[in-house]
Nanobody, 129 residues
């Protein structure tokens, strides 16, 4: 069992930056891929970014490419999402997720939510215009 806790959300203005963190606890000796998703009021959850266990492969939604950066520090069991040039339409609850890899490649990453085994409670990001 892996428990995830997001932090770093808040209220910012359009064009500002935020860095979200996702701290993992529990069975962190296992390898797991990580992802970030967001859900705005009245909308479905959408993929934002993903990173492999090894950190050598990443994937981004087209809407955030060039502005967001996903990273991780396995020594701290923590993942990060650096968000720059935020837009009002990116106001949402941001969730991190983890997928246990077992014997899968350390370079595996996933951009579909159904692949993930564990989810955090989410952190609110509000971008004012």
């Amino acid at each position: 069992q892996v428990r995830l806790a997001e932090s770093g959300g808040g209220l910012v203005q359009a064009g500002d930056s935020l860095r979200l963190s996702c701290a993992a606890s529990g069975r962190t000796s296992s390898r797991y891929a990580m992802g970030w998703f967001r859900q705005a009021p009245g909308k479905e959850r959408e993929f934002v970014a993903a990173i492999s266990w090894s950190g050598d492969t990443t994937d981004y939604a087209d809407s955030v490419k060039g502005r967001f950066t996903i990273s991780r520090d396995n020594t701290k069991n923590t993942g990060y999402l650096q968000m720059n040039s935020l837009k009002p339409e990116e106001t949402a609850v941001y969730y991190c997720a983890a997928k246990a890899l077992g014997y899968l490649s350390a370079s595996s990453y996933y951009n579909e939510g159904y692949n993930y085994d564990y989810w955090g409670q989410g952190t609110q990001v509000t971008v004012s215009s």
